[in-house]
């Protein structure tokens, strides 16, 4: 079998040898020949362009928005474009060399098991119950063998029916299962079999309770309820009673609401030095109505003051800026009383200037009709391409003050529905509604 191993890997070897060598080869020829029949710059051209497609198709799989895309620049330090973040709330933390890791799983081994997959729960839940099945039918077995129940049929037994290893485990499940089929059962003779079957029932009621608490704990774990309450896929930038606003949607997919409910927001910046130094800043974000009922859908507001980081951002610098948003909603659920937290991030190009969220309501009779199908849906507007500053300055001038190119609050139109950013923001920069501050 190893020497068939041997030969298929040299063959296998042999093959790929062979592939480089051509490759290499044909390359050469390519090279020489371009080098013979074209010019010195149309050569390097032609090399140039070669490299380019190899590396297009090597890295053509790469996504735009891929949280695990690790990048490198020129300078061998890495770029800040990754998330601290992830859309889906996790994260993006790889922890490394922690001191006594498993010892810490070990010792908080509830919250070790709930916070593991199905399937790895379930497969050493299995493996409980089938190694305490092992384990207590090995020591019957053992008992049975010095009590020589296996040898002497005419002994008075330990067990009854326990002749061989697989009668022993037979007879250890039944205990522990309670099966009871009645072919098997104790004898008054031995003090030790009475004893490890009293240590067996109480052993495997405390493995019954661990198995039942955890998976009810599992199942009604924070987690999946987070998962219910979802945010926007995109921020917006707009006007509100004459000043800009940073605004983001958050709904509740479920029909049974929460008690109450917290928004925050924090500016979490990252910055790489030259020495190889990763400072992460946050700037907390001031919130109107943060407290709220979440029985339909609404709209956080962040007004863009003096004290907010996005005071002097203006919609050139925010597509610049290397920031990330990180929002969170906290709030108790009525049914079970368990406190969630749902949580997700936007980029400096996931914020939409100069648009708004569509309607959702919808007023009958009875009710008022939510439609989800416009949850992520924003609309056109006309806000000045210029920071809060700028326009808070421009608002107060007195020869700008009466402009007729500074948008009138609230008086906001919507324009057109936003299907693709990238159309937008070229509408945006052929119509854009742009005011110009004098100095």
Known sequence: FFSVCA?????VVGWISLSLSLSFSLSLTQTHSCIASTAPADCVLHLHLQRSYTMATQYSTVQRFDDTLSVRTEDGWPSAKRRYVRRDGSCNMLLRHIPEEWVHYVTDIFTTLIEIRW?????IFALSYILSWLGFGILFWIIALAHNDLRDPTNEPCMYEVRSFTAAFLFSLETQTTIGYGSRGMSESCMEAIVLVTIQDVLSAFIDTFVIGIAVAKMASARKRAQTVGFTSCAVINLRDGHLCLSWRIGDFRHNHMVEGTAQAQIVRHT?????????TYKDLRIQERDIL????????????????????SLLDLRCEAFELVVTF???????GILHQTRTSYTPNEILWGHVFQEMFRTTRRHYRVDYALFNQTGRVHVPEISAEDYHRAKCSPRLKHSPRLPKAPTITVEHASGNENEIEKDMKNDSNTLKVEE
Do not use: E, N
Not at 7 to 11: A, D, E, K, T
Not at 119 to 123: D, E, P, Q, S, T
Not at 330 to 336: E, F, K
């Open 272 to 280: 790489v030095h030259t020495t190889g130094k990763v400072d992460i």
């Open 7 to 11: 030969h298929v890997g040299l063959q």
């Open 119 to 123: 399937r790895v729960m379930l497969l």
């Open 294 to 313: 979440l029985a339909v859908p609404t709209v956080i507001i962040h007004k863009i003051g003096p004290d907010s980081p996005l005071f002097r951002m």
């Open 330 to 336: 906290t709030y108790t659920d009525d049914s079970t």
